[in-house]
């Protein structure tokens, strides 16, 4: 091609290999990996305890927190899936082993919750430990120039955020 030779400017960031496809250093980056391989553990622990909630509580309020669980786990399915995706992007490999997710996750297990109000106190504890690590999440990428992996753990905050708030006004009943 006529800009075969042309190679002259070869210290841009393209083709450097301490960075990146994205341009991001790799140094850096392993530690977002990480961060965000912790986050899809923990999303994992709470997506299995939320289906839990949904197929065994019981009483007066079975209706509406039966497709309410349904609601929120179909969503984190579809958070699990952009946040192992984004590891990708940056270079990284997604946790896909339950093995590694029970060692990686701020979630603990919920078994046999059978009350509404246990289950909805289960919901509101693993919201509330999720906004904490994408808290932690973003501010870890913002400092590394990764405003993409800051933004998706940002926009996942505000609506989680508002669920809290919806969830614990449940309780408040
Ligand atoms: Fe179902």
Excluded at 6 to 18: A, E, Y
Excluded at 61 to 71: A, G, M, R, T
Excluded at 99 to 110: K, L, V, Y
Aim: aromatic content about 10%; charged content about 20%; overall charge negative.
């Amino acid at each position: 091609m006529s800009n075969a030779t042309n190679n002259t400017t070869t210290t841009n960031s393209n083709n450097n290999d301490s960075t990146n496809q994205i341009g991001l250093e790799k140094a850096d980056m392993s530690h977002v990996i990480a961060k965000l391989n912790g986050l899809l553990s923990s999303y994992h622990m709470f997506y299995i305890n939320v289906r839990g909630y949904h197929w065994n509580v019981k009483g007066e309020h079975f209706f509406s927190l039966h497709p309410k669980f349904e609601e929120l786990y179909t969503a984190l399915q579809i958070q699990i899936d952009e946040i192992a995706e984004r590891i990708l992007t940056l270079g990284g490999t997604p946790f896909h082993a339950y093995s590694d997710f029970t060692q990686h996750t701020g979630i603990s297990e919920d078994k046999n919750v059978k009350d509404g109000n246990t289950c909805v106190r289960g919901v509101v504890t693993g919201l509330q430990e999720l906004i904490e690590e994408q808290r932690q999440v973003s501010a870890l990428a913002a400092e590394n120039e990764d405003q993409g992996s800051a933004d998706l753990v940002d926009a996942y905050v505000q609506e989680q955020e508002k669920l809290v708030w919806m969830y614990n006004a449940f309780l408040a009943q």
